[in-house]
């Protein structure tokens, strides 16, 4: 399967996400590589923290431009490919989704900045399904970062997007504001290698359900 993080926005929490989601999919015995195509260095720069604290490798690999022709080659040696876009519009993007079989695309819903990229990313993602022959790409809006006490505005935004299947839908489960995901990163690994922190169930559960509901696991 070929998965791709993208957005309209960079710090929406795309590169926390994808590693979170691949290494709970290698901790499954699911082979993982995941795809650079941002020009910041954050996968590398985790990478070479996790192997300082002497976790294994996840193969990452970097690539611009058109990317498409890349993600094929990669989708032959693994399970699964975890490509992570720049935060922007962008020919990796735009090439990604031409042979992506899933777009996750996060917004925080109580932030108007990240709810107005949903219009370019939709827009980005109708053409590679109509024009560019990926009539199979499924795309969905993954909420994420939510607060408990701001529940509503994923409320009022899912209840926005369903009204006009014209948008990218949203995801049934979302990512809540935990502290574990972004000290997970920072520390090397992803939260299913943790061993104890606050919420640490919750985290844990959050990625799997999303990984269940595309179909990953």
């Known amino acids: 399967m070929i998965l791709v993080f993208a957005s309209d926005k960079g710090g929406v ?9 691949a290494v709970m999919l290698k901790r499954k015995n699911k082979s993982v590589i995941m795809l650079k195509a941002d020009r910041n260095r954050d996968l590398f720069v985790w990478s070479d923290i996790r192997a300082q604290a002497g976790f294994s490798a996840i193969p990452i690999h970097e690539t611009f431009g058109n ?8 989708e032959k040696l693994c399970d699964v490919v975890v490509v992570d876009c720049a935060g922007h519009d962008s020919s ?42 990926n009539s199979d790409l499924k795309a969905h809006v993954l909420m994420t970062r939510i607060k408990s006490h701001k529940l509503q505005d994923a409320v ?19 990512i809540s504001e935990l502290d574990i995901f ?22 844990k559960a959050q990625i799997e359900l999303i990984a269940k509901e595309i179909g990953l696991i």
């Open 182 to 203: 972004e000290n997970a990163v920072n520390a090397g690994v992803g939260v299913h290698e943790v061993e104890k922190a606050s919420s640490l169930g919750v985290a």
């Open 156 to 174: 009022s935004l899912e209840n926005e997007l369903k009204s006009d299947e014209i948008w990218l839908q949203p995801l049934k489960n979302r």
């Open 67 to 74: 990317i498409s022709d890349e993600i094929k080659r990669l």
């Open 92 to 133: 990796e993007f735009r090439s990604a989704l031409t042979v992506a079989d899933v777009l996750l695309t996060l917004v925080k819903p109580s932030s108007s900045l990240e709810k107005n990229t949903l219009t370019n990313v939709t827009k980005t993602v109708r053409t590679a399904q109509k024009q560019h022959g």
């Open 13 to 21: 929490g795309k590169t926390t996400t994808a590693i979170n989601m």
